[in-house]
């Protein structure tokens, strides 16, 4: 039996927490590095958050491709534009971090279910830097349970919410971004959908 990898990784990127963010996303943890097409969250190109987002907000899965991908197709240039991602998340007022600090990752894959969480993220330190925020949203089952442990709430089903009563916040859980959830995409807009536009974002 293969041994397993017990090196501890360190979260590689830095909170982004925008000026006036009304609610903050979390995830688990990114996926290895070789898997991102971007320098940002929810990297990997078959993850479909951005085509989510994209789906809701301009009525295109592909708005946050780079350009150049629908002209060419060509599998070199499968990303996705990180400055407009960014753009649009400042202007929304969406923060994105994810649940988990450090993690042994148990197999060779980005599975909640083989994330071991070593250092849960202090949430309660990045809710003081936007302290607009409005709700937590999580967007898997292992962000889930760690908001729950964290607040001491309960963990709300798939596309409803629950109070976070010590910090008057919405908590709302989300379907997976991730192709292996299975929902398809446009199912899983009309989730998201309903979220924002609740929170008077969309």
Not at 15 to 28: C, N, T, V, Y
Not at 79 to 98: M, N, P, S, V
Not at 122 to 143: F, N, Q, S
């Amino acid at each position: 039996m293969k041994e397993l990898n017990k090196e501890i990784e360190r979260h590689p990127l830095e909170p982004f927490l925008p000026e006036g963010a009304k609610i903050l996303m979390l995830g688990s943890f990114p996926p290895k590095k070789e898997r991102w097409s971007m320098d940002f969250f929810y990297p990997n190109f078959i993850n479909d958050m951005w085509r989510i987002i994209g789906t809701i907000f301009f009525s295109d899965k592909d708005h946050f491709l780079v350009p150049s991908l629908c002209r060419t197709r060509s599998k070199e240039e499968k990303k996705f534009d990180r400055e407009r991602i960014i753009r649009f998340c400042t202007e929304k007022g969406i923060a994105l971090y994810d649940t988990a600090s450090e993690v042994i990752r148990l197999q060779d894959n980005a599975s909640d279910k083989f994330l071991e969480v070593v250092t849960p993220t202090d949430l309660h330190a990045m809710l003081k830097k936007i302290p607009g925020c409005r709700a937590i949203v999580t967007t898997g089952e292992k962000a889930s349970g760690i908001v729950s442990e964290t607040f001491g709430c309960e963990i709300p089903k798939t596309g409803e919410y629950t109070e976070i009563p010590e910090h008057g916040l919405k908590f709302y859980r989300m379907p997976s971004s991730s192709r292996a959830y299975p929902l398809p995409l446009d199912k899983k807009a009309e989730v998201y959908r309903a979220m924002f536009s609740d929170l008077e974002i969309l």
